[in-house]
């Protein structure tokens, strides 16, 4: 079983910057692709930025040059930076692993999300 833990969120003043971390936890094998998802009051769920074993990285418009996605894969980990924050971003970020187990099955998981708060 593989779970997935983010950490980082908060309220931030517009133009703050936040770090959100996701911890992947279990029998990992490999993780293929590493995203972030948020969904706002109100909204459908979206992809913010996605990290592909090989080094593809793909992020939403809304987004580019404001925030960076990177990842550590001896620890399992992913991170969104987040700079320039405004109000529009404020959302439930979710962290999303598509993962090989040590069993060679492959596992599309969800984090439970944390929230990012961004107002004056």
């Known amino acids: 079983q593989v779970q997935l833990m983010e950490s980082g969120g908060g309220l931030v003043q517009p133009g703050g910057s936040l770090t959100l971390s996701c911890a992947a936890s279990?029998?990992?094998?490999?993780?293929?692709?590493f995203s972030w998802y948020r969904q706002a009051p109100g909204k459908e769920r979206e992809l913010v930025a996605k990290?592909?074993?090989?080094?593809?990285?793909i992020y939403a418009d809304s987004v580019k040059g404001r925030f960076s996605i990177s990842r550590d894969n001896a620890k399992n980990m992913g991170y969104l930076q987040m700079n320039s924050l405004n109000p529009e971003d404020t959302a439930v970020y979710y962290c999303?692993?598509?993962?090989?187990?040590?069993?060679?099955?492959?596992?599309?998981?969800w984090g439970q999300g944390t929230l990012v708060t961004v107002s004056s």
């Open positions: 279990g029998s990992i094998l490999s993780i293929n692709v």
């Open positions: 999303y692993a598509f993962v090989k187990d040590n069993q060679r099955k492959y596992l599309a998981v």
């Open positions: 990290s592909i074993s090989g080094g593809s990285i």
